[in-house]
């Protein structure tokens, strides 16, 4: 009994210890606690106070703010002019050191905004670069089946849109070989509201080109214009959207389709040219659609639109016509003679065209076909009617150029188109030929932008000094119709 009484009391002793370790191990967790307490207060209040005073730098999330706005607020709904419009050319390193050169035909630094993207730095000077550029990221992750630049260049809305620029309302994206014709792309851009989902440019002229891919896109070479608000879409769906659409062919291609997922339809302007034809594109711009020229493509891959003169010469003269009548340029203006039976049609700043019989307006608004289609070189079809032309140049139109330019006024303009003389011109009959019109002068008032904005119509044509041919001139003036007047054989 008593050496039971006089035995440690071990088991006693245990829970003492245990006891207490809990009660040290408590006293721990309820000071960590109150710690992870107070430094989430103090990042909670610094974050506050940081969003109240100070715009957040979203690249430490590692978004732009643009993609973690659910609802972003309506941009200013001033007129939109091209600080607005930010470019997004789709190039390489290997192509851009030689088609640089077509920027420099409509690029103006002073107000243009934009890059050109490239795989990698080009071999040309920063000097020399008028656009500057910008090196694209993240398109190796993706998979495709035959192009992986086509991949590249559609995340060219997305690299954009991730730039963050500010009062930017539409993204713009064409190719290293497209010309714009800015002052156009913003009349026609000014119509629409940039704070709904626009998806706007043209397709393919050939219907073979419109078969194969849709007659419901936008062909990225004669410029794709993206509203900020479909802009904000696109930026959360790209990626996604590339991955699952990796066995289309083109960029251009891929960027509907993902516009098609968001449920965006082609808003179609006439003025976008893709110029998928072959050949000479004379008759096209000699009968251009009743819309502003905004763009041109494909140039070097078709004859020069000036007898005689390189691309770039070509896209100078033009340029400066267009500089002085923007919103005129190659718009068809149609007349007659009806003392010679002359049936005359004028492209402005671009060429003009005498029959020497009296053909319906019906008709000479129908382009005549100088080029065939782009993929099997054929007769057609295309996505406009076009007229048959007589290979034997005595059978063809009398054909005019311009040859100078002047501005009157400030408020209107001449210019001077001289006659061009087919090969085996000179074994024609000269009275069907008309050789004794040897140049044509052209009068007219500059044509306001905002004619477009409304319904438009033909202007019409007057042959001034009676017809007289003056020293093998002959005088034209362009006006806007009278509230009556036709244009009638």
Known sequence: MENKMNKPCTGKLKVSRVSVVQEKLGDIVINLIKIGIVIGLIAFLSLAFHTAFFKPSWRLFGLPEHLRVQNYSRIDNGPTNISHILFGIGGSSQTWDYRSEYSKIWWDPNTTRGFVWLD???NILDTEL????????GWKQFKYLYSSSAVRIARIVYESFKLGLPDVRWFVMGDDDTVFFTKNLV????????NQMYYIGGNSESVEQDVIHSYDMAFGGGGIAISYALAVQLARTMDGCLRRYFYLYGSDQRIWACVNEIGVRLTHEKGFHQLDIRGDPYGLLAAHPMAPLVSLHHIDQLSSLFTNQSETQFLTNLTSAYNLDPARIVQQSICY???????????WGYTVQIYTTMLPASDLQVPLQTFTTWRTLSNGPFTFNTRWIDPDPCQQPAMFFLDSLRMVDSKGSITSYKRFYADGADKCNKSHLNVQVQRITISALKLDPEYWKNVPRRECCQIMDGGSIKGGNMHLRVKKCRLRETTAI
């Open 130 to 137: 008028l656009v500057p550029y910008k090196i694209s990221h």
């Open 187 to 194: 009349t026609v851009l000014s119509k629409y509201d940039h």
């Open 337 to 347: 003679d009806h003392r010679r039976k002359w049936s005359i049609s004028i492209s």
């Open 120 to 122: 990698k730095k080009p």
